[in-house]
Each structure stands twice: as C-alpha cells, then as structure tokens.
C-alpha cells in the first residue's frame, strides 16, 4: 500500500501524521491514515506510518524516548509531511513544528465540518490545505497538492548551489542515511522482536556501515519484519553470512533458518530461490536508494 506505483521513480518519504493516543476509534482512524498512504503511493511517495512501528497500544514496550527519536529521525528525512488535524493532537502539533524546523513542507488535511487550530494552521510548514467531504474528493485534491509540493517549481528561481557544497550535502546525507544512534538501533530491534547473538550482529553491522540504519528501519517498519525473519534476511542476504553461521547466531538448525529466509524474501517480494545479483539489486533499489533519495530531495531541494 505505501510502495510507489510501479514502473515510477519515488519521489521520496511521505510522514503520515496524526492522533495515535488520543484516538477514540483508533482502529478505523488507522485505516484512514493507511488510505492516505495510499493516496501518498500514487503520487510516487513512499510513506511511513507512525502506527505501524511507535503505536502506544501495540509497541508499548518501546519508551518515550525511543518513539520520539525514531519518529523525529522519519519527519527530519521526509520530502513532505501529511498532517491529518481532523483530531486535535499534541503529537501533530509536535510533528509539524519539527518538519518546519527542517524545512519539510506541510499538507494539513482535515474534513471540511471540523474546526483546525489558526496556530496550526499558520504554521510556516504549512504549504498546502486540503479540505474534504468524501473520500474522492480526498483523493482528488491531496493527489493535486502533493504534485504541487513535489514539483520543481517550488525551488524556481533559487540561487544555485555551489559543486563542492553539493558534494558535502551528499556525502552528509550518505551518512545519515547510514548510521542511527544506538538507541534508536536498539529500539527497532526490540519492535523487530530479535536478541541475542543475531541483535549484536546488526548492532554492529549498523555502527560500521555495513548496514544501512535506515534501510533497517524499513526492514522493522514497512515491511514488519521480526524475529527469526529479520535475523536471516539480515545476517544471510545482506551481511553475506553462510547459512549455517546465520543459522548458528539465530540458534537453529539450517534448514529452519533457509525457511526462514523464504519468508522474509517471500515478505519483500523477492523469490525464493533469488540469486545474489537479483538480491544485492533489491538491496540497492529498496533499501538504499529511497532513504538517500529522501534526503537528497530534502537537502538540495528544501535548502537551498
């Protein structure tokens, strides 16, 4: 559902914000913020729910501090923020104000009866207002608003930005792409339910480069994957463990863990039976290249 259409360049990450705590229906207003990644997908955005990872009801083993990092980490990356203010909420006034302070534009969307807070409103961030009656009409018009923030002409006219200045943002947002504070390693592992021998592997995979810390994150986040799936894909097709040294950090047998395997790559849509190239090439186009194009979009874009 938050994939981009395919056969599309992504454009980037879309933040989907809204009330998670104090939601009365929070299982229909999570459908709700799932159709606006929907909506995010088909104009060629790659979305993160916060619900899917931070929800206080099914990650609340997760502590406070974890759930603001990982989420500030997603806001500060995100090429636009979507904010739904149909429920007043501490947390998307929070959000908001940090996508402001990193230059992320704003859609505030909200059904057209609902009163929306002028401070929220008013918030510099905010680009683009999107007012609906029926979920068509959603659809229409935030399609309309997200090609309008996504566009080039947002940054027509702006001085042009030296080579070498270039060059530095990227190789900066290389390395933010690839590194996450230790807390925030430790918080995705937790969601990703993994311990052990396998946990300090990627623990370290992730402090040495070797892994993409945000390619980690979507591994746990978008593609939901835990326990002993996530240690194999990890250790075996992106660390490039044996099977039988991805089997002996997960505490199994090796024929469990080439099962294990099967499902997570079944679970990213890989076969089977991939080979390394199809696999390394998954790794690049999935895992790579959307979180640096995220920041790349942010960095050259947004601040120049």
Known sequence: ?????????????AYISGALTASEDAPRTKLFYELLAEIASS?????????????????THLDARSVFEIDRAHITAAAVLIAYAGIPSFEVGIEVELAREHGVPVVVVAERDRPV????????????????????????SLVAALARVTSGSRVAGRPPVADDVVVQRFIASLEHARKLPSAEVAALLRIGELDGE?????????????LFGAGLRDLVGRYAMRGADLGAFVLHDILERSLA?????????PRTAKQRLATARERVG?????????VAQWLVTELIAPPT????????????
Do not use: C
């Open 1 to 13: 559902m938050d994939t981009a259409s395919e056969g599309a360049v992504a454009l980037g990450e």
């Open 43 to 59: 104009a060629r955005l790659r979305s993160y729910l916060p619900h899917r990872v931070t929800d206080p009801i099914t990650a």
């Open 117 to 140: 807070s002028r401070l929220l409103l008013g918030n510099p961030a905010v680009t683009e207002i999107v007012r609906f009656a029926e979920l068509e009409g959603l659809r229409r």
């Open 198 to 210: 396998a946990a300090g592997e990627i623990t370290d995979a992730v402090a040495r480069g070797r």
């Open 245 to 253: 040294d991805t089997a002996r950090a997960l505490g199994m047998d």
């Open 270 to 278: 890989l076969s089977e039976d991939a080979d390394a190239a199809l």
């Open 293 to 304: 194009r995220a920041l790349q979009l942010h960095l050259f874009a947004a601040q120049r």
